[in-house]
Structures are given as structure tokens and as C-alpha cells.
């Protein structure tokens, strides 16, 4: 079966389909092949269940608050405030760059939502202080990566759909390594900035601490609310994005008076997001189904003890192979493909749920 589906898949992807329909259509032929069309009477109720998950509602609602916000001039406050903080270090572009994305990841929780945002900005600005380009491109897309980590992340969303994991967990999960990031993303800078003799920013160019923060406070509330709401078990995820889309929504309207039609474009871009990773949901939803009718998920498992991998090392097969998918798949796609088939032998061998999440979307983010 799981050749078929990948001969399938290949021929259907080199016609140029989207990944969702290759997805849903190979499943499809399976199940037709594998004398399993029975089953396909009962499938739209299978993908219904899959998608009518009150936690993913959140998705489309963070989505919406980080289109918002990057329509609303929240770019240079957020900036702003990141040079008033860090600015006067050695390498201090660097450091704002990498500050600027932790703010980011927690309104946006989209690794290309953050790059854009930010490499239109401190990219130009690092290249005029005698950055060489690559570098400066180099650390915008590593800090980028923060996005996905940091709540609220869409990536973490997913797999919590995918896995039935509690959402709220995943995110209190998600600070800690996402802030060890940037801790380490910064002493790399420090380091490269001291070997490499980067500039300091000029006093003139550094604002002062206390008006920036003033300046971006409501900037700032949209990450408080999700993180203070969540954390605090005051709201659930879907609850704290719907708070999150409201003050979004003021803060933009307070920064840049944002107009109808950047609120249209906002909405616009969320629909298309958001209707492509729930099309993506139905069709893996048909293929987990029929591997589960096969006993894909148990026979890999069986192969695996046969290996004599144990925990440890089927959790560096599982690290090695979701870095290596990241280099080649979309992260919702790569998740959608690789979880419901590996994750359940690591579950079977004792890991847990939550901890495998991040370690699994953490590679696919730096792949």
C-alpha cells in the first residue's frame, strides 16, 4: 500500500497538482486498490471528524491577528523597541534582528510571516552599516525560525489536530526552547560580531528605552494576552486568538489608522492560508485512515523492534529524518505526511506526546 501511494503520488504531483490533492486522490486509488472501497461511503464523516475541532478554530484567528498587525505599522515600533534594547552591544543590527523576531513569534507564529516583516526593514539597514549581505540574510532566516516555536504557532496547532494533543500544553511547551534559541542565536551574533569587528548603532540612533516601550505597549498586549490567558488557564487557545484579533485590529488601527481595504487584504490572505492547511487536514485525514485500516503505523513499529533501535534511537532516526524533510517539504505538508505514520511507534515506546511535538517541529523549522 505504502508504494502505491508514493508511485501514485509522484505521478500526480509531476502533473503539477497541489500537494492536498495528490494527498487525497493517491489515498483514493488505495483505497480502491487495496479491495478497501467499502470504507470510502463512510470517509467524508472520517474527514469531518478530523476538521471539526473546536482547537482549530485558533489557527485562522491567530493567522488573521498576524496579518492585522503586520498591515498596522507594528514593524518599526516593534523595531524601535528592540533597538532601544539591545541597539548599543557589538553587532547590535544582529541582536535587533534577532529580538525583532522573538516579538514577532508572539503575534505572528509563522516563520514567513516574520521574515518578511523584518528582512523589508533591518536587511537594507544592516547592508548601510557594513553588514555583507549573506550574513544579513543568514540570521533574518535563522531567527525566523523562532516564529513557530514561540506561541501561539501554527505549525504546533497542527500537529495537536493531528495528534489530539492538548494545544495549551504544546505552547507552554514551545517558551522555553524558543527562547533558548534566541539566547544562542545571540551569542552566536556576539561572537561573529566580535571576530568580525561589527559596528555598534550611534547613540543618535538608539532610542530611548522608556518612550519605545511606551510606543509599543499596544503592540505588546496582543503576545500578553495569548501568553498571560493561556499560561494562566484564563482562556483557551481559540479564545485568547479571538481576543488576539480584536486588540490586533485596534492596535493597527492605532499605529497606521488602517484602512478597510488593508483589513480586507487581511482577511483575504487568511482565508487562503487557512482554507489551504484545512484541505491539507482532509486529505491526510483519508490517507491516515486507510493506513490505519492497512496497519501501516503497526507494521513500522514492528520493524523498528526488529531493528533493535529502542527509544533513543528511533528518536534520532525520527530528529535526522523530520531535518532532512524540512529542507524539501512545507512544514504543514511534511508534518502531515510523516506524524500519523511515525510518531505512534514513539508514543508506543513511552514517549510523550508533547515533548515529541516540539522535537519534531523544532527540526522541521530549522530544516
Same mark, same amino acid.
Given at each position: 500500500?505504502?508504494?502505491?501511494?508514493l508511485a501514485?503520488?509522484i505521478v500526480?504531483?509531476?502533473?503539477?497538482?497541489?500537494?492536498?490533492?495528490?494527498?487525497?486522490?493517491?489515498?483514493?486509488?488505495?483505497?480502491?486498490?487495496?479491495?478497501?472501497?467499502?470504507?470510502?461511503?463512510?470517509?467524508? /464523516? /472520517?474527514?469531518?471528524?478530523?476538521?471539526?475541532?473546536?482547537?482549530?478554530? $485558533?489557527?485562522?484567528?491567530?493567522?488573521?491577528?498576524?496579518?492585522?498587525?503586520?498591515?498596522?505599522?507594528?514593524?518599526?515600533?516593534?523595531?524601535?523597541?528592540?533597538?532601544?534594547?539591545?541597539?548599543?552591544?557589538?553587532?547590535?543590527?544582529?541582536?535587533?534582528?534577532?529580538?525583532?523576531?522573538?516579538?514577532?513569534?508572539?503575534?505572528?507564529? &509563522?516563520?514567513?510571516?516574520?521574515?518578511?516583516?523584518?528582512?523589508?526593514?533591518?536587511?537594507?539597514?544592516? =547592508? *548601510? =552599516?557594513?553588514?555583507?549581505?549573506?550574513?544579513?540574510?543568514?540570521?533574518?532566516?535563522? &531567527?525566523?525560525?523562532?516564529?513557530?516555536?514561540?506561541?501561539?504557532?501554527?505549525?504546533?496547532?497542527?500537529?495537536?489536530?493531528?495528534?489530539?494533543?492538548?494545544?495549551?500544553?504544546?505552547?507552554?511547551?514551545?517558551?522555553?526552547?524558543?527562547?533558548?534559541?534566541?539566547?544562542?542565536?545571540?551569542?552566536?551574533?556576539?561572537?561573529?560580531?566580535?571576530?568580525?569587528?561589527?559596528?555598534?548603532?550611534?547613540?543618535?540612533?538608539? #532610542?530611548?528605552?522608556?518612550?519605545a516601550l511606551?510606543? $509599543?505597549? +499596544?503592540?505588546?498586549?496582543?503576545?500578553?494576552?495569548?501568553?498571560?490567558?493561556?499560561?494562566?488557564?484564563?482562556?483557551? +487557545?481559540?479564545?485568547?486568538?479571538?481576543?488576539?484579533?480584536?486588540?490586533?485590529?485596534?492596535?493597527?488601527?492605532?499605529?497606521?489608522?488602517?484602512?478597510?481595504?488593508?483589513?480586507? /487584504?487581511?482577511?483575504?490572505?487568511? $482565508?487562503?492560508?487557512?482554507?489551504?492547511?484545512?484541505?491539507?487536514?482532509?486529505? %491526510?485525514?483519508?490517507?491516515?485512515?486507510?493506513?490505519?485500516?492497512? =496497519?501501516?503505523? *503497526?507494521?513500522?513499529?514492528?520493524?523498528?523492534?526488529?531493528?533493535?533501535?529502542?527509544?533513543?534511537?528511533?528518536?534520532?532516526?525520527?530528529? %535526522?529524518?523530520?531535518?532532512?524533510?524540512?529542507?524539501?517539504?512545507?512544514?504543514?505538508?511534511?508534518?502531515?505526511?510523516?506524524?500519523?505514520?511515525?510518531? #505512534?511507534?514513539?508514543?508506543? /515506546?513511552?514517549?510523550?506526546?508533547?515533548?515529541?511535538?516540539?522535537?519534531?517541529?523544532?527540526?522541521?523549522?530549522?530544516?
Open positions: 500500500m505504502i508504494w502505491l501511494v501514485a503520488g500526480l504531483l509531476a502533473s503539477g497538482l497541489a500537494i492536498a490533492y495528490v494527498i487525497g486522490a493517491a489515498a483514493v486509488l488505495a483505497f480502491i486498490a487495496t479491495d478497501n472501497t467499502r470504507y470510502l461511503a463512510i470517509l467524508p /464523516q /472520517q474527514i469531518f471528524s478530523k476538521i471539526d475541532v473546536f482547537a482549530l478554530m $485558533a489557527m485562522p484567528l491567530f493567522i488573521l491577528a498576524g496579518e492585522l498587525m503586520n498591515r498596522g505599522g507594528i514593524t518599526r515600533v516593534l523595531i524601535d523597541l528592540a533597538m532601544a534594547m539591545v541597539g548599543r552591544l557589538r553587532g547590535g543590527l544582529g541582536h535587533v534582528n534577532i529580538m525583532t523576531s522573538v516579538f514577532f513569534a508572539g503575534i505572528s507564529g &509563522s516563520a514567513v510571516a516574520d521574515s518578511a516583516a523584518v528582512s523589508n526593514t533591518l536587511v537594507p539597514a544592516m =547592508r *548601510e =552599516r557594513g553588514y555583507d549581505l549573506e550574513y544579513a540574510s543568514a540570521i533574518t532566516a535563522a &531567527s525566523s525560525i523562532i516564529g513557530p516555536i514561540i506561541p501561539p504557532s501554527i505549525i504546533l496547532i497542527f500537529y495537536g489536530a493531528l495528534m489530539s494533543t492538548s494545544v495549551t500544553a504544546l505552547f507552554i511547551a514551545g517558551i522555553v526552547p524558543g527562547l533558548l534559541l534566541a539566547a544562542s542565536l545571540m551569542a552566536a551574533n556576539a561572537i561573529y560580531a566580535r571576530i568580525h569587528r561589527h559596528p555598534r548603532l550611534e547613540a543618535g540612533d538608539v #532610542p530611548p528605552f522608556l518612550p511606551l510606543h $509599543a505597549l +499596544p503592540a505588546l498586549l496582543v503576545p500578553a494576552i495569548i501568553l498571560g490567558g493561556i499560561v494562566f488557564g484564563l482562556m483557551t +487557545p481559540t479564545e485568547a486568538a479571538a481576543v488576539a484579533v480584536a486588540v490586533a485590529w485596534a492596535g493597527g488601527y492605532h499605529y497606521e489608522r488602517m484602512g478597510l481595504d488593508a483589513v480586507w /487584504q487581511a482577511f483575504r490572505r487568511t $482565508a487562503m492560508l487557512s482554507g489551504a492547511i484545512f484541505l491539507l487536514i482532509a486529505a %491526510v485525514s483519508a490517507l491516515g485512515h486507510l493506513s490505519a485500516l492497512e =496497519r501501516v503505523p *503497526e507494521a513500522i513499529s514492528a520493524t523498528v523492534d526488529a531493528m533493535g533501535l529502542g527509544p533513543v534511537g528511533y528518536m534520532i532516526v525520527l530528529n %535526522v529524518l523530520f531535518l532532512v524533510a524540512g529542507m524539501f517539504l512545507d512544514i504543514p505538508v511534511a508534518l502531515a505526511l510523516l506524524v500519523p505514520l511515525l510518531a #505512534p511507534t514513539a508514543l508506543a /515506546q513511552g514517549a510523550d506526546p508533547v515533548h515529541l511535538g516540539i522535537v519534531l517541529c523544532f527540526n522541521l523549522c530549522i530544516g
